[in-house]
């Protein structure tokens, strides 16, 4: 007999795949087997409360193994495991967005509303963008698989492979293939190819590139009916069990001091060899090893920095892991990178460096990026290197578009990299880079003193491995 955490994936499975026919694309052979019910009723979620944060959390017949949550959120007959929901850039009554010719007031403080949606590994981030929705960040009918990124995109009726990132995207009915990238303003019944790397502004810039298929193998392949595979799994799994530790340990003392306007979450990973500079924000799920970061740096949620340097101002962008590597200043790694250095053969990016969301760097000799160039696709050698990036100043001179390797773009270059640096600086601002002891407080200060709670799903019977109705308020 089926039991009530069985029947409501199966209920989440069929909602998706319902949004979903117009593309003949079922989801049930692919996440069927992906986390098994057993380990849906092992873990405890947790909540983080500070005076900073708005907070009314509703969790009604959902399970949330291992989940993590930040603001104000619903979660309603939805499936989560062990996946982060940040709402820390959440909008309020009275806050005004700019679009186009329009200025849009909130009519009351946003929530973010995760319904009838599995969301398996998945950082959830609310910074929204979408004009029709300013007091609700909306997750509907949706299932998302490993490591995937929904980043101020809200998803009705869709599906999201490994490492997938959606961004500043409103999508309806889409699927989204392991390690696209997808930042397109509004897309409806797509199904975006594997490695597809899509960045577009309507009437001003349309960036795309296709990674080579039989090349992104290597690092992440999926499958209906087989786990995702790849060395990026690979690498998530060989460091499961560090992980393991902090969260199993309810108390758990910093392993070291970090400046005091500095923050260090409590369920980040770091050892003793590495060095936190001020202005710096370490997220939940970071890993950091025998590395420093400079004044203003951030490692945001499941980043690894490991035998690396970041220099200052240096952005680390959902799920980017730097490893053997040098960054200089000001240097922008974007969602879901993987930037692998070897011990005789590291990596060095220059001064203001863009490399853009889902590149992959992965050398066996020693490679420098000059100062001041926008990288993307798939790097091993410095051939691959001269094929996959511009200076910055090349790109800013572009009118009419260009095509380079597998890199199509079209519109104006100068949009693009205006675009890119405005984001850049709201990052920075919003993590407290600039904070001068007084003025310019971020996360990086204002996430100093979460007091982090639990709470516990059924621990037998039918409704085995869900939560009761939990309402918390102030």
Not at 248 to 269: C, I, K, Q, W
Not at 406 to 435: D, Q, Y
Request: contains cysteine; negative net charge.
């Amino acid at each position: 007999m089926m039991s009530e955490l069985e029947k409501l994936y199966t209920r989440i499975i069929q909602r998706a795949t319902i949004n979903l026919r117009e593309l003949e694309f079922d989801v049930k052979p692919y996440v069927w087997g992906l986390v098994s019910p057993s380990q849906m009723e092992k873990f405890y979620a947790f909540y983080g409360i500070t005076t900073d944060h708005p907070i009314n959390f509703h969790f009604k017949h959902s399970g949330l193994a291992g989940s993590y949550f930040l603001g104000q959120c619903q979660v309603i007959n939805s499936l989560l495991y062990k996946s982060d929901v940040r709402g820390d850039e959440l909008k309020q009554k009275g806050d005004v967005l700019k679009f186009d010719k329009f200025e849009i007031e909130v009519s009351k403080d946003e929530e973010i509303y995760i319904e009838d949606s599995a969301l398996i590994k998945t950082m959830v981030h609310n910074y929204s963008h979408d004009p029709e929705s300013l007091e609700q960040f909306f997750i509907k009918n949706t299932v998302s698989t490993h490591y995937a990124n929904i980043h101020g995109a809200p998803c009705d009726g869709c599906f999201l492979e490994p490492f997938a990132t959606v961004d500043l995207t409103t999508l309806h009915d889409c699927v989204v293939g392991a390690f696209s990238y997808i930042q397109a303003g509004e897309i409806n019944h797509l199904n975006i190819e594997p490695g597809t790397i899509w960045v577009r502004s309507q009437g001003n810039f349309d960036f795309s590139y296709r990674y080579p298929q039989d090349r992104l193998m290597k690092y992440v392949c999926f499958t209906a009916g087989s786990q995702p595979q790849g060395v990026f799994l690979d690498f998530m799994e060989e460091r499961k069990d560090e992980f393991q530790r902090i969260f199993d340990t309810m108390n758990l003392e910093s392993p070291l001091s970090v400046p005091d306007s500095s923050s260090l979450d409590r369920y980040a990973v770091i050892d003793l060899k590495t060095q936190i500079g001020d202005n710096v924000l370490v997220a939940q799920r970071a890993f950091l090893k025998n590395s420093r970061l400079g004044k203003g740096a951030n490692a945001q949620e499941n980043c690894f920095v490991i035998n690396s340097r970041l220099e200052g101002n240096n952005i680390t962008a959902h799920g980017a892991k730097i490893i053997e590597t040098d960054l200089e200043r000001d240097v922008f790694v974007g969602f879901n990178s993987f930037l692998h250095g070897k011990p005789d053969s590291r990596l060095t990016i220059g001064n203001g460096c863009i490399i853009m969301p889902h590149t992959i760097i992965d050398i066996r000799e020693p490679l420098l990026i000059p100062d001041n160039h926008l990288v993307w696709g798939l790097i091993t050698d410095q051939k691959d290197l001269e094929s996959n990036s511009l200076s910055i100043a090349d790109v800013e001179s572009i009118e009419n578009g260009l095509k380079k390797g597998n890199m199509t773009f079209e519109g104006s270059g100068k949009s693009l990299v205006t675009a890119f640096r405005e984001r850049i600086h709201h990052i920075l601002e919003a993590n407290g880079a600039f904070f001068d002891g007084k003025n310019n407080k971020g996360h990086a200060q204002k996430n100093q003193d979460i007091s982090f709670n639990t709470i516990q799903p059924y621990p037998k019977g039918s409704l085995k491995g869900l939560y009761p109705t939990i309402t918390i308020q102030p």
